[in-house]
């Protein structure tokens, strides 16, 4: 019986000799950094070949410091790791670990409580994972400033949803989409991404996810949108796959921007450019009315000479006065015709002067009175009697021929009204000019006739265009 224990106590202790030689060689030899150190006194006990190598320390010297010679933590912080680690309520840590050359690693250590020929010491594997934190810091830094230009986008929405048809629900909804739709991102998750689109448009959704489905890489579309409060607006919505862990499509990122400013400056810039054209229009026929009337200014100065050198001749009662005096009053209305025309050029001065608005209209009541048909009953409103500079004689000649205008558009009679007030620029509708002017004067005239069609009124301010049956002159 003794003899089978002592043979027992043999085979056990020549057991832990192997184990322990085993032990020996996988921690010399093993190509992972390998330390054992001393909970007392935190002392290095014993280092592998690789740890030699990583930390370029000789042997004997490496096993002759302590942890704190190259863990770059306070001491306080490395004797809780340590304490953690003996207790096995923590084994892995990731540390800055300093290297002969200075060098700061970042390091992962594995430790483990090991009893090694009766004595507890520490058993610490270290991988260095310098790069896979970098490269962790790198992503985390990437993720963040994705994060603040999802978060930061007012004008941008980011609507991210699953695929399941049109039916798809909304799984994120950020700021910018808050702001965009109207929803909050409590009220958008779990929403069907449909609700987004107008009815009509639902369909392009399902469309552009099929494409998704089918391998198209992005898929970008302007289509419209629609708010919470059911208003539409005209939207560029591009669509990213996003895929899950084993590569499959999963998910679909909308980004959508609103185009409802960038459609109205273009509406905007569209007016603009054919008040252009118009104005250059306007411009070229001045200069071909300005030329003419040079021309036949100096034909009429020709013709209205000799009939009054003519009448110097022939007196009244000869034969032949009667048709001179003829040619000369054409000859000066010619002259008068051609004064206007000059003036529309803007190749003569007008004679501005300044005046009472009020005033030159109540003047003209009489011959307004006279002028037109005796149905129409005349109405002058008188607000403000603004002063404005103007050429008189044109003046009144524009009032004129509008009211003479109103006039042939009530056959049957109806009501005219000029009406004189002052007004601010935001009470106008001609904002452009209102704007440039400031305070102003408004003279609006104003019947009860037949009024103009849409195809008239874009030619209103033409100098040759009339709906008459015959040309009236300018």
Known sequence: SNWHKILEQQRWEA???EHSERFEQMFALHHAVMLLVSPDDDRIVDANVAAVEFYGYPRDEL????????????????????????????NQFIVPHKLASGEIRTVEIHSTAI??????????????????????????QREEHLRSIYDGASSVAFVTMDLAGVASEILDFSPGAEKMFGYSAEEALGLRASLLRPEEAAAELESAQRALRDGAVVRSLETTLVRQSGEEFPALVTLHPLTGARGELAQVLEVAID???????????????????????????????????????????????NAQMALMDVG???????????????AERSRDLTGKLLAFARDENLDVRTLRVGKVVREMEDLLGRTLHKKIRLHIVVKDDCLVNVDTTLFQQAILNICINAGDAMPEGGELTIECREAGAIESDADVIAESLGRHCVLEISDTGTGMDAAALEKIVEPFYTTKGQRSGL
Not at 276 to 300: I, P, T, W, Y
Not at 316 to 330: C, F, Q, S, T, Y
């Open 259 to 305: 185009l409802s400013e960038r459609k109205r400056s273009e509406m905007e810039r569209a007016l603009l450019q054919q008040q252009l054209f118009q104005s250059q229009k306007m411009e070229a026929v001045g200069q071909l009315a300005g030329g003419m009337a040079h021309d036949f200014n100096n034909m009429l100065t020709a013709i209205l000479a």
């Open 15 to 17: 057991a832990l000799s």
């Open 63 to 90: 096993c002759a410091m302590t942890v704190h010679d190259i863990n770059q933590l306070s001491q306080e912080d490395v004797a809780a790791k340590i304490e953690r680690a003996m207790d096995r309520e923590k």
């Open 316 to 330: 009244p009662g000869e034969a032949g006065h009667p048709e001179l005096m003829d040619i000369v009053g054409a």
């Open 115 to 140: 009893l090694v020929q009766g004595r507890q010491l520490l058993f610490a594997i270290v991988h260095d994972i310098t790069e896979r934190a970098r490269a962790e810091e790198k992503l985390r």
